[in-house]
C-alpha cells in the first residue's frame, strides 16, 4: 500500500527541529559525475556474497554518495540528500544524456520552486524523507517513483516491504530509498534476498564521513552491507521511495 501522510508529518517536524542557520557549502557548487566527484566509487557492493537464494539486486552502475563526499559538511542532516544523489548517479549511468546528480542547494532549490518547502528552507539543515525525494527525482529527471508506506513490525517488514523490493528490483533495477520515523536515518537500498530464515536487505549507508575508503573497506566496516530486515526497528514505520525507471534490461 502507499500512504505519504505519516511521512510529509513527520518531514515537516523534523524540519522545525533542525538547525536553520546559514551553511557554508564549500567550493564546489555542482558535484556531477564529471565535476567533484571522481573520488567516488561506483558499484560498492559489489563482492559482496547474497546471504539467500532468491536475491533481487540493482542492475547497472551508480556512485556512492556520503557525507562531505564533495567538501560539504553534512553531518547530521544530509543522509537524505546523498541517498538522492546515489539515485541519482544511476540514472545518469543508465541514460545516454542526463542531468549530473543535483547538488545539496540544487535539491533544497527544486523543492521550494515545487512550493513543496518554503524559502527558508533554502541554506537550512532540514531533512529530506522518500516524498522530498519522489519529488527531486521527478523534478530533475522525469521519473516518477512510488512511495509505500510499511507500518511497523516484523510480518509487515518481511510481507510488504521484502515483497515490494523484489518487484521494483525485478522491473526496474534502480537503487530505491528507505526511511522511517523512530528509524528515521535514510538508507539506501541496493538490493533483497529471502529465504527460509528470513530475509535481508543491502544497505548503501550515506552517513560515513572522512577520508576516500576502497570498496574493500567500505565493506568491511559495514557502510555497505546485507542486514537481517529482523533487525530494523520493529517500532518503527518504514517508507519506499522507488524510482519507476524503464523495465529492467535482463
Request: proline letters at 6%.
Amino acid at each position: 500500500m502507499s500512504d505519504r501522510k505519516p511521512e510529509l508529518k513527520i518531514g515537516a517536524r523534523l524540519t522545525e527541529m533542525n538547525n536553520t542557520a546559514a551553511i557554508d557549502w564549500g567550493t564546489d557548487p555542482n558535484p556531477g559525475l564529471t565535476n567533484g566527484s571522481e573520488s567516488l566509487l561506483r558499484r560498492v557492493h559489489s563482492g559482496l556474497d547474497p546471504p539467500d537464494s532468491r536475491c533481487s539486486i540493482v542492475s547497472g552502475d551508480y556512485l556512492y554518495y556520503h557525507y562531505g563526499c564533495d567538501g560539504q559538511d553534512d553531518r547530521g542532516w544530509g543522509c537524505g540528500y546523498r541517498t538522492v544523489q546515489t539515485m541519482a548517479s544511476w540514472l545518469c549511468f543508465s541514460r545516454e544524456s542526463g542531468r549530473p546528480p543535483p547538488s545539496l542547494p540544487d535539491i533544497q532549490q527544486a523543492l521550494i520552486s515545487m512550493g513543496d518547502k518554503e524559502d527558508s528552507f533554502r541554506g537550512s539543515r532540514g531533512w529530506i524523507g522518500t516524498f522530498e525525494a519522489s519529488l527531486v527525482l521527478d523534478f530533475f529527471y522525469d521519473v516518477p517513483c512510488r512511495v509505500v508506506h510499511v507500518r511497523g513490525g516484523g510480518a509487515e517488514l518481511e510481507e510488504v516491504a521484502v515483497q515490494e523490493l523484489h518487484r521494483h528490483f525485478e522491473t526496474h533495477g534502480s537503487p530505491a530509498m528507505m526511511g522511517g520515523d523512530r528509524d528515521n536515518s535514510s538508507k539506501g537500498i541496493l538490493g533483497v534476498c529471502s529465504g527460509k530464515h528470513g530475509s535481508s536487505v543491502l544497505v548503501v549507508d550515506p552517513h560515513y564521513y572522512g577520508k576516500p575508503l576502497d570498496k574493500t573497506e567500505l565493506q568491511t566496516h559495514g557502510w555497505v552491507r546485507w542486514i537481517k530486515v529482523s533487525s530494523l526497528d520493529q517500532c518503527s514505520f518504514y517508507n519506499l521511495c522507488l524510482p519507476l525507471t524503464g523495465k529492467r534490461d535482463v
